[in-house]
């Protein structure tokens, strides 16, 4: 059956032949007609060409005409042109345009300013401590130095005073050796004095002459007036052994010698 169906289906599918001879010869009839339509019209045109006639060439005549020369009248003169006063220049100012300023970006700068100058501040403060502690020490090293000199100086002019209260001592000793007393005789106690109960010390000066004899006795320093007689008496009886310096005797000068007065 399903074979049946397939057949019949191709049958109706496929046209006939008579049909398909119609189609071929409808279309030939409408090409040819269509090229012999071409054909009539190109003839047709060029027996029209061929036929029209050419135009004829047209012709200007011209003719020149001398009119007599009229008097040329004078230009009239010119008007004077009103003087207008230049009017003032005025100049335009550019206009201010104020930039728009975030109040947060101006608060964060004027912070960030703040805290530049506290830094700034800061660090001055951080650069005077520094050179204050610096004088500190520098005064304090000069102070030291200054004290270990002064100490050094009165060393040195502790030792020279020793070395020269000993080359005194030595001196004074070596003249004393060179100029020893032979005789020194007592003064007497004034009678005034002892009955008036007056005690004292009187210094005698004077000078050891090359025979060992006292010369220009005088009384210096605080001394009672009783004493001073008998002291210049007992002075001038002194006897020195006398001073030798290469071999030959010589004066000494600046010779003292006190004497005690006291009652017993």
């Not at 002075?235 to 006398?242: E, I, K, L, V």
């Amino acid at each position: 059956m399903t074979g049946t169906l397939m057949h019949g289906a191709l049958a109706h599918a496929q046209p006939l032949p008579w049909t398909r001879l119609w189609r071929d010869s409808q279309a030939l009839v409408v090409s040819v007609a269509l090229h012999s339509a071409v054909v009539a019209f190109l003839v047709l045109g060029w027996s029209m060409e061929q036929s029209m006639p050419e135009p004829a060439p047209s012709t200007l005549k011209t003719r020149l005409v001398m009119l007599p020369a009229e008097p040329l009248a004078a230009p009239p003169a010119p008007e004077p042109l009103p003087v207008v006063a230049p009017a003032p220049v005025v100049e335009a100012k550019p206009e201010v345009v104020k930039p728009v300023v975030d109040p947060l970006v101006q608060a964060r700068k004027l912070e960030q300013a703040v805290l530049a100058r506290k830094r700034v501040a800061e660090q001055k403060q951080v650069q005077l401590e520094q050179d204050k502690a610096a004088r500190q020490r520098a005064e304090q090293l000069e102070f030291q130095r200054q004290r270990a000199l002064a100490e050094a100086s009165a060393q040195q002019a502790r030792v020279a005073a020793d070395n020269a209260r000993r080359a005194q001592q030595a001196a004074a000793a070596a003249d004393v050796r060179q100029y020893l007393p032979i005789s020194k005789q007592a003064p007497d106690y004034p009678q005034r004095a002892l009955d008036k109960g007056i005690e004292g010390d009187c210094t005698v000066e004077y000078s050891v002459t090359p025979q060992g004899k006292v010369d220009n006795p005088k009384v210096v320093g605080n001394c009672h007036p009783a004493f001073i007689r008998p002291s210049l008496v007992a002075a001038a009886t002194f006897r020195y052994q006398p001073r030798m310096v290469d071999g030959q005797a010589v004066t000494v000068p600046g010779v003292r010698n006190t004497f005690h007065y006291k009652i017993q």
